[in-house]
């Protein structure tokens, strides 16, 4: 818990892996135990979990974990030592005949960034934690921070990533779409306060987060892994085919945010538009202030999608975009950070402006 709040924004940090072995589990094969050990490490706890024939899923007491069989995604919020699952992680695989051959290392600004523990009070620090973590194999590197010059001191403004690959060309296939909103429209956090005295547990009263909230409607394809903290904030975890989802909510008026992340092929037909799936994400939480950046890996980078992703939330929800960065990223892909603020007010449900 940071000293002025819960710090929403999560610190990401995704890890594949090559195998030499025709085991298809891969890294599935890591025992519950083993993946306990490295969390409490990063000093968080599995709550809630549900699998498919293509990925496990885990949400976590700060956010959320993904084992596919060559890959992991783990994501953490508030003071949490993410990078400390590295190390670990590589050595579990290690155990399974997996060698690492792609790192990246993702966050925003955070809201209470003096709260932070080392290494995360500064970027400089945190890319020589990851770097010193990673065997030399991974020779391809870069650490940037991604700041529009009208950044204005607005938290949710800046994005940095590091990169680290064995290959100079990107073959990850999905698009990974991550989007932070702050200054949550306080009629919609409302569905992410527990109620006094409702007598449920964490899983019935997440699927009612998620019902009266509207989650469950950005991708009806998605079996639903939720979960209600108490007495407030909510995370879900979607599972769809190969294709995953997050969602993470700190509704508190003053440093209220919810995360978005989704993995998606912009050309096959049947898991939705990006732009549509980004419009019914943000619509949940009518922020006053959004950031998506989008990672294009074995995909090349496509402007018209960037110029539809902004013209269908300009449409749908009023939202303008203020800022579009782009950078490269050797063995890593594209990188599109955009910035988007209301052009106008929303409208309350109860009338009037908000």
């Known amino acids: 818990m940071a000293v002025s709040g819960f710090e929403g924004f999560e610190k990401r940090l995704e890890l594949r892996f090559s195998t030499t072995n025709n085991n298809p589990m891969g890294l599935r094969l890591i ?36 084992v596919y069989p060559t890959k992991i995604i783990i994501k953490t919020c508030g003071t949490t030592q993410l990078l400390k699952s590295i190390r670990p ?5 290690r155990t399974l005949s997996l060698t690492l051959r792609a790192c990246r290392y993702s966050r925003g600004s955070f809201i209470f960034p003096k709260a932070q523990p080392f290494p995360y009070t500064s970027f400089k620090d945190e890319v020589v934690i990851v770097e010193e973590s990673l065997p030399n194999s991974l020779r391809y590197r870069k650490a940037s921070v991604m700041t529009p010059s009208n ?18 060309e990107p073959d990850e296939p999905l698009v990974v779409v991550e989007v932070c909103m702050t200054e949550l ?20 009263a997440g699927k009612e987060m998620t019902r009266l909230s509207g989650i469950d409607t950005i991708n009806a394809n998605a079996f639903i892994c939720d979960f209600a ?14 294709r995953y989802s997050t969602i993470h909510v700190t509704p508190e008026d003053g440093f209220s945010y919810a995360s978005f992340e989704c993995g998606l ?6 898991h939705g538009d990006i732009s549509e799936v980004l419009t019914r994400a943000i619509d949940v939480f009518r922020p006053d202030c959004v950031s998506v950046a989008t990672t294009y890996g074995g995909e090349d980078y496509s402007h018209e999608v ?10 749908k929800l009023g939202l303008t975009c203020r800022s579009r960065l782009v950078d490269e990223f050797p063995g890593s892909g594209t990188v599109v950070f955009q910035s988007f603020t209301p052009r106008r007010q929303y409208s309350s449900p109860e009338g009037g402006e908000q």
Not at 89 to 93: D, E, N, P, S, V
């Open 31 to 66: 025992d519950f135990e083993s993946l306990d050990q490295v969390l409490n490490e990063v000093q968080c706890t599995v709550v809630s979990a549900v699998a498919n024939h293509s990925f496990d899923a885990y949400v976590l007491s700060e956010s959320s974990l993904f």
């Open 89 to 93: 992680f590589i050595h579990l695989a």
């Open 151 to 168: 950044n204005n001191n607005n938290p949710s403004r800046a994005w940095h990533v590091f990169t680290a690959s064995a290959d100079v």
């Open 185 to 204: 429209d306080r009629v919609n956090a409302r569905s992410f306060f527990r109620r006094k005295g409702d007598g449920k547990n964490s899983d019935s």
């Open 229 to 242: 903290f108490d007495p407030c904030g909510y995370s879900m975890n979607g599972v769809d085919g190969d």
């Open 265 to 270: 092929s912009l050309y096959d037909d049947g």
């Open 306 to 315: 960037t110029k539809r992703v902004e013209r269908m939330l300009a449409k």
